[in-house]
């Protein structure tokens, strides 16, 4: 692992799928087309309608969510793919719900409404995708271009209102320009390990804030987040690097932010902290083992 200067960046590179060859030029777009893009509102989505007091319902999501995603022993939240991809009828049920959130117009209710709508949609569309795909050893390996290792994100796998969304459209395009809340990325889950987990329970208007809240502080406190190597050097998650503008201006921001979120001994640690910076991110598939 290469050492930064003090406060200084070194980037992770997205790593490459396993066992493919390509073109060094093929290779080259590949890499900067993993590049997470940065917010670009889609205004035709910063609509809402604060006086339905209506809900959308999610319990066919929480229903999966409980019986193909659990803790392993160091607390990251792995995904039964293979038991969900050979079960039609749950499998029925997963592309059900997906649909029934494609026949909603979130524009129509309430901002909190749309926020869990949004959040808990790019999460089972994300499972479903991997679930259409399976087997694969990475999400990156999934995607429609010629392009290797791009993975889904621009590909439209949804349609609402009459219009066809990605992945990145809903990341991007809507949740984090219009709520401007770096928790969304403690949220919304990548089907990566080092992605922050996907939650045990759906999103709703009423658990969201706390939902946001949790995540935020499992993330931080366990070593995909923060690893601290010794005294003088800690490895942060890549998405602190990738997102950086969402969490601050400076990596001393970044610090600050994941301050309000650790223990007290990470808590204190940081405060004093005036050493090296890397990043990391691991984009082995979040599956249970067989």
Known sequence: MMRSAAFGVSRSSPRPGRGARSSAVLVLLALGACSPPAPRELAAWDR?????RARIDHGAWQEILEAYVA?????VHLVDYAGLAGNEAERTRLDGY????EAVD????????QMAYWINFYNALTVKVVVDAYPVDSIRDIHEGVVPYTGPWDDAHARVAGQDLTLNDMEHGILRPIWQDPRIHYAVNCAAL???????????????EALLE???VAYVNSTRGVDVVDEDLIILSSIYDWYAVDFGETEADVIAHLQVYADDELGAFLADFGGAIDYDYDWTLNRQAP
């Open 71 to 75: 803790a392993d022993p160091s607390g």
């Open 98 to 101: 997906v649909g029934s959130l």
């Open 214 to 216: 949790a995540g935020a």
């Open 48 to 52: 809402s309608d604060e006086g339905n």
């Open 194 to 208: 080092s992605c922050p987990n996907l939650l045990l329970t759906a999103f709703t208007a009423e658990n969201t």
């Open 106 to 113: 979130p524009r129509e209710y309430s901002r909190a409404e």
